[in-house]
């Protein structure tokens, strides 16, 4: 493990967010994968080890994409949304990651 991975400081900064969507809800039901946006900068080696630090489980691989921004019109001006990474981290048969249960 390379050094970066060890900074617990880091990986407290690598998930911003569980994706709560139809489709994230659909692929988490039928494939035990977990979406979450994650910073602009992570890696697959970090994502993976916040999700281990964080929610004590084990991780199977994670598989990272990057939705692009789109064009929006702001008034008179043109701008653009920004870019959003998100990471699908599949999960060890018999692992779960409940989020109701880690709010309380």
């Known amino acids: ?3 970066i991975l ?11 967010a569980p994706v ?16 979450f946006e994650v910073a602009p900068d992570a890696t697959k080696p970090e ?7 964080l929610f004590k489980v084990e991780v199977k691989s994670v598989n990272i994409l990057v939705t692009k921004g789109k064009s929006k019109r702001f008034g008179r001006f043109m701008g653009r949304r920004k870019d959003v990474k998100k990471a699908y981290v599949s999960l060890k048969p018999g692992q779960e990651i409940n989020f109701e249960a880690e709010a309380k």
């Open 6 to 16: 060890k900074n617990d400081h880091r990986l407290m900064q690598v998930l911003l």
């Open 47 to 53: 994502v993976k080890a916040a999700v281990e630090l």
């Open 20 to 35: 709560i969507s139809e489709k994230a809800t659909l692929v988490a039901d039928k494939n035990e994968q977990v979406v």
């Open 1 to 3: 493990m390379s050094g």
